[in-house]
């Protein structure tokens, strides 16, 4: 991303779901490189959370909150940012809530994310549109090796299968509305970009391992994991953010458009892949103290066992590639809650930026003599 400070510059940029975790640290990151971003989002979700710990309302062109559904609201704001840039992350995004309220689920992920898109077409100017999706989208029927781009779509909960229907509804829109052959007409790129689990500092939400194993360290208690034996792609929040960035850029470029319209999965590298057991004893390790458990009962079946995703499309194509090792990754994640709860009262906005601030800088060269 050697461009992405002029990429950006003076942007405006519009963040659905920017009060989330994800969506939060998205905002920080594109105020560093100097857009001007509006937020269209609900409230925060619980207390603490990432958007008020580091202050991101502070940051914000304009502030909006209502519900993506709500197609009027929607295509209002859509309308009043004159955004060059959007990237829709708003969404329900727990597997194990989608359990609960399924009907819920598909309505957001899926009805939502029409209504986003149609507030596009009623704008009727050129933009780059980035839908952020899920590794969870595709069809998981226990294949052990990393699912590609082309891989069938599917889902045996709500959750997965709603984000199938969010991919399935950008196709449908980007053939029937957003064609790259007609690009002259519409203006509109569209892509989907399909994520890993991601952690990261200020990520409270339920049933995620990070945000219950720092409740857990933090107050003393043994932290309880579910499902210890099961592989996920974990990575850092600002890789795929990186990756979203990446893709927006090469999207507003001129060349090449129906190159970069597509569908695009971010990732870690095969060798950072790790169990569930495995980040639990990291995450305890890089805390110093506390211990893991996993009693019987406690797990699931309906999460499969084993969720890769292959990243060869963002290497060789897009250019994308990610920086951080699984041990750094926990290693930044421990130390910013660390530091929050060393200093409950004090803005967390300044170690975020640090955190962008090294993620962002060049690699150290080695001597290859």
């Not at 950006?8 to 640290?25: D, N, P």
């Not at 600002?238 to 850029?249: N, V, W």
Request: contains cysteine.
């Amino acid at each position: 991303m050697a461009n992405e400070l002029e990429t950006f510059r003076g942007r405006s940029v519009l963040v659905t779901g920017h009060t989330g975790f994800k969506g939060s640290w998205l905002t920080l990151w594109l105020h560093q490189l100097g857009a001007k971003v509006t937020g269209f989002a609900l409230d925060p979700l619980g207390e603490p959370n990432h958007f008020e710990t580091a202050g991101i309302a502070d940051l914000l062109a304009e502030d909006v909150r209502g519900d993506i559904r709500d197609g009027a609201l929607m295509a209002d704001v859509v309308r009043r940012s004159d955004a060059d840039v959007i990237f829709h992350l708003a969404a329900q995004p727990i597997v194990r809530a989608s359990l609960v309220e399924p009907r819920y689920t598909f309505d957001v992920n899926v009805v939502g994310t029409a209504s986003v898109l149609d507030a596009v077409r009623a704008a009727a100017r050129p933009c780059a549109v980035v839908v952020i999706s899920s590794d969870k989208c595709y069809r998981n029927d226990g294949q052990v090796w990393g699912f590609r781009e082309n891989d069938p779509l599917g889902g045996h909960d709500p959750y997965s299968a709603s984000k199938a229907g969010t991919e399935l509804v950008v196709d449908s829109y980007r053939s029937s509305f957003f064609p790259v052959d007609r690009l002259s007409e519409h203006g509109v790129r569209l892509a989907s970009a399909r994520a890993g689990n991601v952690i990261g500092g200020g990520d409270w939400a339920d049933d995620r391992i990070v945000p219950d194993a720092m409740r857990a360290l933090a107050s003393g208690t043994d932290l309880v994991v579910r499902n210890p034996g099961s592989t996920r792609p974990w990575q850092h929040v600002l890789e795929p953010l990186s990756g979203y960035l990446a893709l927006a850029e090469r999207l507003l470029a001129d060349e090449a458009p129906g190159r970069w319209a597509e569908s695009w999965n971010f990732g870690p590298q095969p060798v950072d892949e790790a169990t569930v057991a495995d980040l639990a004893t990291a995450i305890v390790a890089t805390w110093g103290s506390g211990r893991w458990i996993s009693p019987p009962g406690s797990g699931s079946d309906i999460e499969p066992t084993t969720l890769r995703i292959a990243i060869d499309k963002a290497i060789s194509v897009l250019g994308w590639q990610p920086r951080w090792h699984l041990q750094e990754t926990v290693e930044r994640t421990v130390n910013w809650y660390r530091e929050f709860y060393r200093h409950p009262d004090r803005s967390m906005r300044e170690h975020s930026v640090a955190d962008i601030d090294a993620y962002r800088s060049p690699p150290p060269t080695t001597d290859a003599g």
